[in-house]
């Protein structure tokens, strides 16, 4: 079905898109994975934060 | 769980933490179901197999233009109630914009050179749509370049809604103008003007987008709130050692 003299043009719009999703994808899991390790590391060095002592339900700050 | 709940970063992380391996799961079903649909479409009588270029091309070209109506809508939360969560949730979302709009624009050229004979041509459509990715990027860009990000978020949220003014531009250019692009063929008056056979696996595609942009975007604002936890804490150390 992919075959002919527009296939060149089906196959990269594809190709493309899904491009742009793995892309996507790995920028959202390799920072999530870089935030959660530089967090960790402040925390096991004593940092903490305020809200982490009264953990207001109205707190807002993220 | 209220839903004023969600506006604590706290429980917003928690349901994140709950929804995201679902959201995966069913995104991933659909997108399969959605590919297999588009696979077997049949081919259309006037562009032949290139209509198969639409099922990506659609999703990505709707989403280009909700994912900035999304984002003027934390904008006017930034703006109006001063909510941090609305400003992360328009941070995250600039990216995932970005993407869906060069992804329309690529393969919007690449469905165009095979059945209009060029890749690209000055019309209302491709121009109001190369702008839009252009102020996606100018917006991720001024995030950057601020470094207090209640002053970033102010400004962004401004230019969020002065761009707002592309949207409708870009829906109705092809209404409005007279085009290279062709009008539109689902959201219209009078129906759809698509035959079921490939009207059904582009609706498909589309859900599955949709899907997709709320996967990421739910995961990229946890990932933005994690990054302003990152960012206090590292203030409050150099508070505590000067």
Redesign the interface.
Known sequence: ??T????P??V???A??AL??A???V???T??RK??N??HD??A?G???R?SHT?K?????? | MALIDLANPTRFLALTARLLPWLIGVTALLMLAGLQQAYMAPDDYQQGATVKIMFVHVPNAWLSMFVWIVMTAAALGTLVWRHPLADVAAKAAAPLGAAFTFVALVTGSLWGRPTWGTYWEWDARMTSVLILFLMYLGLIALWRAVEDPSRAARAAAILTLVGAINIPIIKFSVDWWNTLHQPASLIRSGGAAIHPTILIPLLIMALAFSLLFLTLHLAAMRNEILRRRVRTLQMMQAAGRA
């Open positions: 079905m992919l002919g003299s527009y296939a043009f089906i990269s719009a594809y493309v898109t742009a999703v892309t996507l994808i920028w959202v899991v920072d999530y935030q959660q530089i967090l402040l925390e060095r940092a903490t934060r809200s953990n339900p109205s707190e807002t700050a993220a």
